[in-house]
């Protein structure tokens, strides 16, 4: 019996599986957590324009008392406030009860203070804590909180991503007899097989969109190739400048990340698009189940090795 032969039929004797089910097995344990805080962040993050607007900043009422200070003076009582910080902005409400905000900087932190522009008392965050922390959770997931370092590196880990679906895949392919078999959940086997099943079914049914996650994680964090070879395909002509099927393809790539497509497909309004936020979202939940599983895995063929 060939290669050829062995893997359709009996494909986990195969040195090449059992190669690549190392590959796949070090390489999701390597990036495990990487993977668990991407994924988390990922589906709360297809919500993020609703979060935006649930936590929108509102309107700082000040007493109307005394002198209104001028922008120096306010500037300066900031920087009292904040020595180590550089006040860069002041924005005046526009109403006089209204309170005045004032932006610092430090490095590359941003910092947004709402000031009395009356008694120069400082009144805490101009932004709701809820807006702040999804800000923040936004640039945890695009930019690893470390800029455009952050953002390479996140590329490097949408590439390995798309190294485990391929392995995976590979891996999963358990014969032409029982293919179908592990496209399901066996829950009345033992508790390891259940596992297995677990993992091997998820597997399955949330490749392409694995897949996908790792591709538009790539050119989100390097899209400088993908427009080279779009104009090397596509030459852009200034004498007709109409929009290139590889440019509509980039345009994908950037909203097929966060599964939001309202105004982009036609017909599909509101509710067409929540429903489509939500299959985003549940399987962008799946990887977390598939890390555990894979986690339990791991720690079972380690414990029977010692």
């Given at each position: 019996?060939?290669?050829?032969?062995?893997?359709?039929?009996?494909?986990q004797?195969?040195?090449?599986?059992?190669?690549?089910?190392?590959?796949?097995?070090?390489?999701?344990?390597?990036?495990?957590?990487?993977?668990?805080?991407?994924?988390?962040?990922?589906?709360?993050?297809?919500?993020?324009?609703?979060?935006?607007?649930?936590?929108?900043?509102?309107?700082?009422?000040?007493?109307?008392?005394?002198?209104?200070?001028?922008?120096?003076?306010?500037?300066?009582?900031?920087?009292?406030?904040?020595?180590?910080?550089?006040?860069?902005?002041?924005?005046?409400?526009?109403?006089?009860?209204?309170?005045?905000?004032?932006?610092?900087?430090?490095?590359?932190?941003?910092?947004?203070?709402?000031?009395?522009?009356?008694?120069?008392?400082?009144?805490?965050?101009?932004?709701?804590?809820?807006?702040?922390?999804?800000?923040?959770?936004?640039?945890?997931?695009?930019?690893?909180?470390?800029?455009?370092?952050?953002?390479?590196?996140?590329?490097?880990?949408?590439?390995?991503?798309?190294?485990?679906?391929?392995?995976?895949?590979?891996?999963?392919?358990?014969?032409?007899?029982?293919?179908?078999?592990?496209?399901?959940?066996?829950?009345?086997?033992?508790?390891?097989?259940?596992?297995?099943?677990?993992?091997?079914?998820?597997?399955?049914w949330?490749?392409?969109?694995?897949?996908?996650?790792?591709?538009?994680?790539?050119?989100?964090?390097?899209?400088?190739?993908?427009?080279?070879?779009?104009?090397?395909?596509?030459?852009?002509?200034?004498?007709?400048?109409?929009?290139?099927?590889?440019?509509?393809?980039?345009?994908?790539?950037?909203?097929l990340h966060?599964?939001?497509?309202?105004?982009?497909?036609?017909?599909?309004?509101?509710?067409?698009?929540?429903?489509?936020?939500?299959?985003?979202?549940?399987?962008?939940?799946?990887?977390?189940?598939?890390?555990?599983?894979?986690?339990?895995?791991?720690?079972n063929?380690?414990?029977?090795k010692?």
């Amino acid at each position: 019996m060939d290669v050829w032969q062995r893997w359709v039929t009996q494909p986990q004797g195969v040195w090449l599986r059992r190669a690549l089910l190392q590959v796949h097995l070090w390489t999701g344990i390597g990036l495990g957590l990487y993977i668990l805080m991407i994924s988390v962040s990922g589906v709360v993050l297809i919500y993020r324009n609703e979060l935006y607007r649930t936590f929108a900043p509102q309107p700082r009422i000040v007493s109307v008392v005394g002198t209104r200070m001028d922008a120096e003076q306010l500037k300066a009582a900031a920087q009292r406030a904040y020595p180590d910080y550089a006040v860069t902005e002041l924005r005046e409400g526009s109403e006089p009860n209204l309170a005045v905000e004032i932006s610092l900087s430090r490095d590359d932190k941003v910092m947004l203070r709402a000031f009395d522009p009356y008694t120069a008392e400082d009144l805490g965050y101009s932004l709701p804590a809820g807006f702040r922390f999804t800000a923040w959770l936004l640039d945890l997931h695009d930019n690893l909180l470390s800029g455009e370092t952050g953002r390479r590196a996140n590329g490097i880990g949408a590439l390995s991503l798309v190294l485990m679906s391929v392995t995976g895949a590979i891996i999963w392919w358990p014969g032409i007899r029982n293919w179908r078999r592990s496209m399901t959940i066996d829950l009345k086997t033992n508790w390891k097989a259940l596992n297995w099943s677990l993992h091997s079914a998820l597997g399955f049914w949330c490749l392409a969109f694995v897949v996908m996650w790792g591709i538009t994680g790539i050119y989100l964090s390097y899209p400088q190739p993908f427009s080279a070879l779009v104009d090397y395909i596509e030459p852009f002509d200034d004498n007709n400048p109409v929009e290139r099927v590889g440019d509509s393809v980039l345009y994908w790539l950037g909203y097929l990340h966060f599964g939001r497509f309202i105004r982009r497909v036609p017909g599909c309004g509101p509710g067409c698009n929540t429903t489509l936020m939500a299959v985003w979202a549940v399987f962008g939940l799946m990887l977390p189940v598939m890390f555990v599983t894979g986690v339990v895995m791991w720690w079972n063929r380690l414990l029977r090795k010692l």
